[in-house]
């Protein structure tokens, strides 16, 4: 497997040693929240898990655009990511 450095400041450095799991490297971590804090995944898991079913298409993108914004809402405000 190939391997790339990527650079980030020293406060999102701590942010994602403090989200590290134990025996977890950093690439790990990376991959971990990447999957599983989009907001299309948390669509994709509820479209597919039994009693969401039925719901229409009008129901499913209400569904996305509220989880898109309980998305937003947990990234953390203090550490400016640009």
């Known amino acids: 497997m190939t391997s790339k450095t990527i650079s980030v400041t020293s406060d999102v450095y701590n942010l994602l040693r403090k989200m ?30 039994d009693g969401w079913s039925d719901l229409t298409s009008d129901e499913e993108a209400r569904l996305e655009e509220t989880l898109e914004r309980i998305h937003i809402s947990l990234q953390p405000e203090e550490v400016d990511l640009k």
Do not use: Q
């Open 20 to 49: 590290r799991l134990p025996g977890e490297s950093f690439g790990e971590t990376i991959a971990r929240l990447c999957r599983s804090k989009t907001s299309v995944s948390l669509c994709l898991w509820a479209t597919s898990s």
